[in-house]
């Protein structure tokens, strides 16, 4: 018998061992894997569940119990369906994206023909990141001014709203441009997926000298990538699904799934995406402004203040902790002392050292409200199904477990900030980061961690 552990070996080696160049081909060494990914029956199968599962959440929500204690799709969606995406974010990238129902009617229009068959225009591709990044604020705000984990109907709209978004894009224009361009999950799905510790790649080797470039553009009467990027010009995890639809479609079989470590692609990309540069400050100040909203008193005295409207507070503490958040990568890049390449142009080496801790401020938010309501879940379950077996199967997770599990993320979150900026500075900025510069970038990147630590530490 064959012995795995020079294997195991390896891929400890690839996810803890920093190593720009070293990665594992999932593909050669487990054949299966590349198997379920070319048969596109078994992402089918996938896709049809979870387009069942989306429909009974909507119906549940729009004409279900509205107290949210007799409603289980509150916690289905805010508990189990966003957590386990946050949770993805860091071992598959942006998988989910290869999964998500929300284009599935679009899919199906397609499909019979309604649609114009044309490409976005170039000026959707240039100012889609402000979009996506309005509609995630919009999103954010709105989760927050109208409590949306608590009230099924508002929940079931918001499912409505980024379903017919979709939708109507898939009329527009062909492929997923939704998913592309617009969809702000995808986008932070997206900028989060940096950080994972898996890559679709092609062997650039075997595509020279490519003349169908059918990753790209389909095949007879199949398809090409729905998100019109082709395996060949995957060299970030920002766009691709990892849907896998473009592996039948190389006859050279050049795309591939690798294990690599999970900060490389921070380190190479150094912020230089737009996406990342609104997305992720963003992301922390919504992060941020949720904890203050619902954990501390100071935020219900701000909202008095402001005629007691949720919707003003709210914006106010959002647009002041984004400010903010520029101005800490602002201030990084200054300590850098570097951002800006003749070749690259202006990037924002900030922006991967706080990607961790966007991550992980995620992650926790959301476990924190999953661990807290999961006793809750078969009770629910029962009073709406009217099951009184079910209404039995309350329980609580000890708040000690949740705790030290919190403050153990956030902790992980900080060590991935630290050690990225260390990456960054000795790496790829070898000698132009001033030694006092590297210290007062991690006294920043932990500054920020901070305030995780204040607010995991209030349960
Ligand atoms: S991945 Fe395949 S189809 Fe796409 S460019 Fe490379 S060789 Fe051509
Ligand atoms: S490059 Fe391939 S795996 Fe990535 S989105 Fe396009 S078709 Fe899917």
Known sequence: MKSTTPLIRKILKILFVYDEEARLNLFETFPRLRSFFANRRHFALIRSFGDLAFTLLIIAGLFGPQEPERNAMLFVSWGIW?????????FVGRMWCGFCPFPGVGRLLQRLGLYRPKLPPRSISKYCAYAATALFALIVWAEAVFHMKHSPLATAFLLLTILFGATLLATLYKGQAWCRHFCPLGKIIGSAATLS?????????KCRGCQTFACKRGKGNIPGCPVYLGAYAARNNLICLVCGHCI?????????????HPLKELVINKGRHLTCTYI???????QI?????????????FKSALFHSEALAFSFLLAFLFALALFVIRLGAELFTIYEDELFGRFSPMVPVLVPLAFTGELVYRLEYLLHEIGNFGPTLGKQLGLSSLEALSFRVPEAFI??????ITALGLLGALYTAHLLAFREFEGLVPRKNFFAILALAS??????????RIY
Request: net charge negative; proline share 4%.
């Open 82 to 90: 966003w957590t386990g995406i946050v949770l993805s974010w860091f």
């Open 197 to 205: 510790i898996l890559e679709f790649r092609a062997d650039l080797e």
């Open 248 to 260: 039948p479609l190389c006859d050279r079989d050049s795309p591939g799934l690798f294990l690599r």
């Open 280 to 286: 992720i400050p963003f992301l922390l100040a919504s």
């Open 289 to 301: 402004a949720r904890f203050i909203q619902e954990k501390t008193s100071w935020y219900q005295g």
């Open 403 to 408: 705790h030290y599990l919190l403050l153990g």
């Open 447 to 456: 500054l920020v961690s901070a305030v995780y630590f204040y607010f995991v």
